[in-house]
T-cell receptor, first 112, second 115 residues
């Protein structure tokens, strides 16, 4: 059963803590993306990776970090430097033949 | 910079009726793609339909079709025979073939379906 999984579904963080959001895909896609969604807004790109061991900053990368050690995995760390981390985070991977991105179910992060 | 605009924050349609959601975009690129994504209350982003800019023919997926007007930079979504399960937030998105292939989203249209 192919697809993209994200965990956890809900995450609570105290101020000053780093947290890591998981994203795994078994679609054999090379490119993966992290987006952030705030109420009343569309999605904004945080980081993306076109290939293993390479990644690039998106439009709102400050306070976030990523790694891409395996093709299947693209974890996102929300650091204490992110001033307003409470949001819904969506991971996507891209099917290169059609340039279409497919999304995981998302993680809701709340800072207490 | 590319932008995507959805001017209808909310829309409502009666079950079995037809509704059209509007989207305009701005780009100087010639090789690009346009998408409509659906986000139900579960919040997962689901692909509804995809249009390639170089294709003049409007894309169709079952009850969903688009009206792609390239010169006007307009990309509307028509939902025919609306069903209760169509109720969701709908996002228009743009990407162009390039280094990032990032998606640029509009702010969404919340569609309510009345029984």
């Amino acid at each position: 059963d192919g697809g993209i999984t994200q965990s956890p579904k809900y995450l609570f963080r105290k101020e000053g803590q780093n947290v890591t959001l998981s994203c795994e895909q078994n679609l054999n896609h090379d490119a993966m993306y992290w987006y952030r969604q705030d109420p009343g807004q569309g999605l904004r790109l945080i980081y993306y990776s076109q290939i293993v061991n390479d990644f690039q900053k998106g439009d709102i990368a400050e306070g976030y970090s990523v790694s891409r050690e395996k093709k299947e995995s693209f974890p996102l760390t929300v650091t204490s430097a992110q001033k307003n981390p409470t949001a819904f985070y969506l991971c996507a991977s891209r099917y290169s033949s059609t340039d279409t991105q497919y999304f995981g179910p998302g993680t809701r992060l709340t800072v207490l | 910079a590319q932008t995507v605009t959805q001017s209808q924050p909310e829309m409502s349609v009666q079950e079995a009726e037809t509704v059209t959601l509007s989207c305009t975009y701005d780009t100087s690129e010639s090789d690009y793609y346009l998408f409509w994504y659906k986000q139900p209350p579960s919040r997962q982003m689901i692909l509804v339909i995809r249009q390639e800019a170089y294709k003049q023919q409007n894309a169709t997926e079952n009850r969903f079709s688009v009206n792609f007007q390239k010169a006007a930079k307009s990309f509307s979504l028509k939902i025919s025979d609306s069903q209760l399960g169509d109720a969701a937030m709908y996002f228009c998105a743009y990407t162009h073939r390039g280094a990032t292939n990032k998606l640029i989203f509009g702010t969404g249209t919340l569609l309510a379906v009345q029984p």
